[in-house]
């Protein structure tokens, strides 16, 4: 961020390029209560020294994603889009927080 205001330059650009082609108001990514995704991701990463990332493989619309930490498949999660066409992803921040604590647990 460059304190110019409190949203990083990945969104920054995404709100210029949905506003450039008109198309609707960009969200990032969040889970089923609203929470920013990268919110809760940024603080496991910090926590775990890990690498968190939300993977589409050979996906077509309303298939569900995986996780996978440091490269690896964790678990699987569903994915919808909103009105908008923004991500939801399936889940709780509790429960994905879970999920990857098992995870790493695991390892």
Do not use: S
Request: with cysteine; hydrophobic share 25%.
């Amino acid at each position: 961020m460059n304190g110019r205001d409190d949203k990083p330059e990945w969104w920054r650009e995404n709100e210029r390029i949905r506003t450039e082609m008109e198309l609707p108001a960009y969200r990032p990514p969040r889970f089923e209560d609203g929470t920013h995704t990268h919110d809760v991701t940024d603080r496991i990463e910090d926590a775990y020294g890990c690498r968190v990332q939300f993977i589409g493989v050979n996906t077509r619309y309303l298939d569900d994603w995986e996780v996978r930490i440091d490269g690896t498949p964790a678990f699987g999660i569903g994915r919808r889009r909103d009105e908008q066409g923004n991500t939801v992803y399936e889940m709780l921040p509790e429960t994905f927080r879970d999920a990857v604590e098992d995870h790493l647990d695991d390892d």
